[in-house]
């Protein structure tokens, strides 16, 4: 674990825990997969949105089983939390409000485009 991203990985481990999220899988050194309890607002709210998952420091919170594609989405955004640290959500969103002026904030952000490989 790095300092760096130290301050992610406890607010990843503090939803895990408020939410009541079962651990489903860990990547030693890497990633912690959880599933969320399904009446929990997080899971609602993503499932409302069409998501599968979100991903806070080394956290992968899930609404579901992940495919391998997916896994390997959602690693891709633990690499981008180790990358820029306790900048990313920043960084995001300043993303996400580019994309959202190109077309979409969501399928057009570059971080989502580089967790899908484009």
């Known amino acids: 674990m790095k ?20 651990t489903v899988g860990f990547l030693p ?4 997969f959880a599933r969320l309890p399904p009446a929990s607002l997080l ?6 949105s069409g998501k599968y998952a979100i991903t806070i420091g080394r956290f992968v919170l899930t609404v579901a089983v992940l495919n391998d594609e997916q896994v390997k989405h959602e690693r891709e955004h633990v690499r981008q939390w180790n990358k820029w640290g306790v900048f990313f959500p920043l960084a995001y969103l300043v993303a996400s409000l580019w994309a959202a002026v190109q077309g979409d904030a969501y399928w057009d952000n570059y971080f989502e485009r580089q967790a899908r490989g484009e």
């Open 3 to 22: 300092l760096w991203t130290l301050p992610a990985d406890m607010a990843g481990a503090f939803v895990k825990h408020m939410t009541g999220a079962r």
């Open 43 to 48: 899971a609602r709210a993503l499932v409302r």
């Open 29 to 32: 050194g890497e990633v912690l």
